[in-house]
């Protein structure tokens, strides 16, 4: 399989924001690890050099970190990277990770009727908490990292040459561990998020072959 990766990983808004800060964390991953990284940030998260870049370099890992909807998901500024009934053939034997709201309700499962490998994302919304003060130093926030890192782990656990499945269950179980860490923590002001660790827990799908690898 080809080690390349593409990812993409737009910056408009806050939330974009949160999800580029976090994502620079997985492009030093792949650096230390001698893969091939294609890094589509900020305005560079278009479709255009989105499709050129997949063609061209043919990779077998795709990231998104962006808005999305059950049918697509979105580069800068929300235009359409990836859409349901339009270009989600250009995922075929590629195993995609979308950290996105809704997108493997639909666009899952259409990419791998087009031949994706695999499609890890959430049929529902995925949510986050961040703590105002820290909304300027992402890296910093405690409570954002409840809910990024174990999609960082997933990824991680890719790299790692693990298959979809199991990195999978590690996300799910980081999330309840998560969950679990809030609980023991005595009067803690953060129990509030504990139901939005438990929905991203729920919603989070794998659809295809769970036993492909990076």
Same mark, same amino acid.
């Given at each position: +399989?080809?080690? #390349? ?7 408009? =808004?806050?939330? #974009? ?13 792949? %650096? ?9 940030? *900020?305005?560079?998260?278009?479709? !255009? *050099? ?21 049918? !697509?998901? @979105?580069?800068? /500024?929300? *235009?359409?990277?990836?859409?349901? @009934? ?14 996105? $709201?809704? &997108?493997?309700?639909?666009? @899952?499962?259409? &990419?791998? =009727? ?8 959430? =049929? ?5 908490? $961040?703590?105002? %003060? ?5 890296? %910093? ?10 999609? %960082? ?8 040459? /693990? ?12 999330? !309840? ?9 005595? /009067? ?12 991203? +827990? ?5 659809? @295809? =072959? ?5």
């Amino acid at each position: +399989m080809n080690k #390349t990766i593409l990812l993409t990983r737009p910056n408009h =808004d806050s939330t #974009t924001y949160y999800l580029f800060s976090w994502a620079q964390r997985i492009v030093l991953e792949a %650096e230390a690890k001698g893969f091939q990284l294609l890094d589509l940030k *900020e305005a560079r998260a278009n479709r !255009k *050099e989105f499709e050129s870049l997949i063609k061209s370099n043919n990779p077998s890992l795709v990231l998104f970190y962006g808005h999305g909807s059950s049918d !697509k998901v @979105g580069g800068h /500024n929300n *235009e359409a990277l990836i859409e349901a @009934g339009d270009n989600e053939s250009i995922l075929k034997l590629k195993i995609v990770h979308a950290l996105s $709201c809704k &997108s493997a309700k639909v666009l @899952g499962p259409k &990419s791998i =009727d087009s031949g994706a490998l695999a499609y890890i994302g959430y =049929d529902e919304d995925f949510i986050f908490c $961040c703590i105002p %003060e820290k909304i300027s130093r992402p890296l %910093e926030d405690k409570l954002a990292s409840f809910f990024l890192n174990p999609p %960082e782990i997933l990824i991680k656990s890719l790299l790692k040459g /693990n298959s979809v499945g199991i990195s999978v269950g590690r996300a799910k179980r980081l999330f !309840k561990s998560n969950v679990q860490q809030l609980l023991t923590i005595e /009067n803690s002001k953060y129990n509030y998020a504990i139901p939005y660790l438990l929905w991203n +827990m729920d919603h989070l799908k794998l659809i @295809g =072959d769970n036993n492909v690898s990076f």
